[in-house]
């Protein structure tokens, strides 16, 4: 891992330190605290996402160039199989 500064693509805060890989795209580098709410993103049903960090999902995917229906296409079809498993 190399360590990188500047500012995160995803929060446009400024960071230090080792950086996480994006989820989104696994290349871009982004803040270990965007690493952690990518996963929480990932976790959370999509109909129970806040507004707030689905807007920063939203932005972030178009700047990366990942399709974001289709990263909303995988969630509501993850959260079927969750419901079908119970
Ligand atoms: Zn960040």
Same mark, same amino acid.
């Given at each position: 891992?190399?360590?990188?500064?500047? =500012?995160?693509?995803?929060?446009?805060?400024?960071?230090?330190?080792?950086?996480?890989?994006?989820?989104?795209? &696994?290349?871009?580098?982004?803040? =270990?605290?965007? #690493? &952690?709410?990518? =996963?929480?993103?990932?976790?959370?049903?999509?109909?129970?996402?806040?507004? #707030?960090?689905?807007?920063?999902?939203?932005?972030?995917?178009?700047?990366? #160039?990942?399709?974001?229906?289709?990263?909303?296409?995988?969630?509501? =079809?993850?959260?079927?199989?969750?419901? &079908?498993?119970?």
């Amino acid at each position: 891992m190399k360590e990188e500064k500047g =500012s995160c693509p995803r929060c446009s805060k400024e960071f230090s330190g080792y950086p996480a890989l994006s989820r989104r795209d &696994n290349s871009t580098d982004v803040c =270990s605290e965007c #690493g &952690n709410k990518e =996963s929480m993103m990932d976790f959370i049903p999509f109909d129970r996402l806040p507004k #707030g960090e689905l807007l920063t999902e939203m932005i972030f995917q178009k700047k990366i #160039g990942v399709d974001f229906d289709d990263w909303k296409q995988w969630k509501i =079809s993850m959260d079927s199989e969750r419901k &079908n498993a119970d």
